[in-house]
């Protein structure tokens, strides 16, 4: 008895997901304190200035996290 594969390929997209909004972090690199999750990037650049200016500390990490949502397309 052979067996038969049968493929098929389907369209699929990627979205934001409606129910979650992109939130913003930044991280000293000298010290480790974090913004925690910001909303906009604007205001994660505003604290990592302000420490800055603060502690004389010049490296951050800036995260940016979604969310997504995938959608299968029916043909």
């Known amino acids: 008895m052979t067996a038969r594969a049968r493929y098929r390929f389907v369209d699929h997209t990627i979205t934001a997901h409606?129910?979650?909004d992109v939130t913003f972090e930044a991280q000293c690199l000298d010290?480790?304190?974090e913004s925690g999750g910001l909303p906009t990037a604007a205001d994660t650049?505003?604290?990592?200035?302000?420490?800055?200016g603060a502690t004389g500390h010049m490296g951050f990490r800036r995260l940016m996290t979604s969310?997504?949502?995938?959608?299968?397309?029916?043909?």
């Not at 650049?45 to 800055?52: I, K, Q, S, Y």
């Not at 969310?67 to 043909?75: D, K, N, P, Q, Y």
């Open 31 to 33: 010290c480790g304190q």
């Open 45 to 52: 650049d505003t604290w990592a200035l302000r420490h800055a």
């Open 18 to 20: 409606p129910d979650s």
């Open 67 to 75: 969310f997504a949502l995938v959608t299968r397309h029916t043909r």
